[in-house]
């Protein structure tokens, strides 16, 4: 059965050599170090960590960075492996209920997705995320990333929508 715990940073090491292809690229893309180093780094400063394990395997890492300037706002992310990706009926039925949860400690939650990555880019508009803006020229690599964010509030203000093939 897949559960979900508070994440170690075992967990960080365990994951890394089975991320999915698209993970791996994005990671590189944005900032080219190792992806066990950029996992560690998440389990360290994210709060909440959690982990996504099934028979004791870790499938996927997610978290919230807070924000050193306002505790309000978080930088939320999620790598997994291929045995993750292919459990849809779990990621639709957890999402949401997850990101509510984090909305319980976070105003606000954004990040950024690497414009090649179909997979994030489908599974941040379906638990609502707005595409804020196209930034062409992003991370180590300098190719298009979008941003995103969603907010706690019903009557937040309305952000500008850029679609995945704009730009």
Not at 116 to 144: D, M, S
Not at 147 to 161: F, G, N, S, T, Y
């Amino acid at each position: 059965m897949i559960h979900v715990r508070p994440a170690y940073p075992a967990d960080a090491d365990a994951l890394a050599p089975r991320l999915r292809p698209a993970d791996l690229r994005e990671l590189d893309a944005a900032l080219a170090l190792p992806p066990a180093t950029v996992l560690q780094h998440g389990v360290r400063a994210s709060n909440p960590c959690q982990a996504i394990v099934h028979h004791e395997s870790v499938l996927g890492l997610f978290g919230v960075v807070p924000s050193a300037r306002n505790p309000e706002v978080g930088a939320v992310w999620l790598l997994g492996s291929e045995e993750f990706a292919s459990r849809p009926l779990f990621i639709a039925r957890w999402s949401k209920v997850w990101i509510a949860k984090l909305h319980e400690r976070y105003r606000v939650l954004g990040n950024y997705v690497d414009a090649r990555n179909e997979v994030h880019i489908r599974w941040l508009r379906w638990c609502g995320f707005a595409f804020v803006r196209k930034i062409e020229r992003f991370g180590v690599q300098g190719i298009p990333f979008y941003e995103v964010r969603r907010e706690r509030e019903v009557d937040a203000p309305r952000l500008v929508h850029a679609k995945p093939g704009d730009g």
